[in-house]
Structures are given as C-alpha cells and as structure tokens.
C-alpha cells in the first residue's frame, strides 16, 4: 500500500503522530482500537455507548498527543483518556452498566448442567445489578484491575490518584458486592 508506513517502536510511531503523520496516526488506532474499546465496553455494558466512548478517546488522542512528553508510558496515558472519557459519558447522564464476566467467573465455577446454567444467568443479571450501582470511581478501579489486569500502581497513574485510594475504592466496591449479594452464596 503506498502511502504506508510501519515504524519500528512505540516512540517512533507516536513521534511521527505528533509531527502530523495521518499514516502514523492510523496505525496507532489499530495498534490500540480494540483495547480502548474493550475497557469502554466493560464500564457502559453496551456496544453503542462503548462506540461513542471510543470514538471520544481517540478524537481527544488525535488532538492532544502533542501533549505527551513520555513522563508516563503510553498505555498509562491513553487509558487515562478513556477512563476519563468514561467518566465524561457517566457526567452527561447517559445509562452505564458495569463488565462483569470475568468477575463472576472469580466468584463461581463453570456451570455443569442446565441449571446451573440458569442459575449463573440469574446470578450475572443479579452482580450486573449491584455492580451497576457502585459510584462510577468504584467501577472503573474494578474495570482497570479485574479486565485489564492492571497493577495498583498502573490504576493510580490512569486514575491520577494514588495507589493507596485504589486499594480504597476497590475495598469498598468488594464489600458493597458481598454486602448485597451475600444471599446469593451457595
């Protein structure tokens, strides 16, 4: 494809998108698209408000990437803009369900038969619920750790906070979920 070009590192891809390269620029949405999109999915539990949630990172990358100056890595800073732009999205009133799979699939084994199939969807529309009602700053902390695997540490640098109010946040939102769903323990 002419036109095209494929750099070699990090640094050099986001250094020619902040010399303007369009190329660049694409190839640093390809490079990311799926993960910005995955965490903006697992916060509003629906695929269109997850699009527009992308859709509002990656306008607010293209227009400040000028401003990266490499102090923080650059996954760090740019889940920082989508947690911002989750939050953005939460602000203005729009409907934000809570991810929830792979913390359910930590609380329950797999289901064996039919029932216990039903029991695990009656189980997740009961977690969606709760989790769906944890303050947006609770969700996310959960999000960051629990979908992206990511260290204390990494949260408090995307969430500008510090490490020691992640383990807060996400104290809290595991006591709220045991709290209101200790009745459904086994």
Same mark, same amino acid.
């Given at each position: 494809?002419?036109?095209?070009?494929?750099?070699?590192?990090?640094e050099?891809?986001?250094?020619?998108?902040?010399?303007? =390269?369009? %190329? #660049? $620029? #694409?190839?640093l $949405? +390809?490079?990311?698209?799926?993960r910005?999109?995955? @965490?903006a999915l697992?916060f509003?539990?629906e695929? %269109?408000t997850?699009?527009? @949630?992308?859709?509002d990172t990656?306008?607010?990358?293209?227009?400040?990437?000028?401003?990266?100056?490499?102090?923080?890595?650059f996954?760090?800073?740019?889940?920082?803009?989508?947690a911002?732009?989750?939050? =953005?999205?939460?602000?203005?009133?729009l409907?934000? %369900?809570? $991810? /929830?799979e792979?913390f359910?699939?930590?609380l329950?084994?797999?289901? #064996?038969?039919?029932?216990d199939d039903?029991?695990?969807?009656?189980?997740?529309?009961s977690?969606?619920s709760? /989790?769906?009602k944890?303050?947006? +700053?609770q969700?996310?902390?959960? @999000?960051?750790?629990?979908? +992206?695997g990511?260290?204390?540490?990494?949260?408090?640098?995307?969430?500008?906070?510090? #490490?020691?109010t992640v383990?807060?946040?996400l104290?809290r %939102?595991?006591?709220?979920?045991?709290?209101?769903?200790?009745?459904?323990?086994r």
């Amino acid at each position: 494809m002419q036109g095209t070009i494929v750099l070699e590192s990090a640094e050099d891809l986001i250094g020619a998108c902040q010399r303007g =390269d369009a %190329a #660049a $620029f #694409a190839q640093l $949405f +390809e490079a990311y698209k799926d993960r910005v999109y995955s @965490i903006a999915l697992r916060f509003s539990g629906e695929p %269109a408000t997850a699009l527009d @949630i992308a859709q509002d990172t990656f306008l607010k990358l293209l227009s400040r990437i000028g401003d990266f100056r490499g102090e923080a890595r650059f996954d760090t800073w740019l889940y920082r803009m989508v947690a911002n732009s989750c939050l =953005d999205h939460k602000r203005r009133g729009l409907r934000i %369900a809570p $991810f /929830v799979e792979e913390f359910i699939d930590k609380l329950r084994p797999a289901p #064996a038969t039919a029932l216990d199939d039903l029991l695990r969807v009656e189980f997740e529309h009961s977690v969606q619920s709760v /989790v769906a009602k944890l303050p947006a +700053e609770q969700r996310m902390v959960v @999000i960051l750790r629990y979908t +992206e695997g990511l260290a204390y540490e990494q949260i408090s640098e995307i969430l500008n906070c510090s #490490a020691g109010t992640v383990a807060s946040r996400l104290n809290r %939102a595991h006591k709220t979920l045991e709290r209101r769903l200790s009745h459904l323990k086994r």
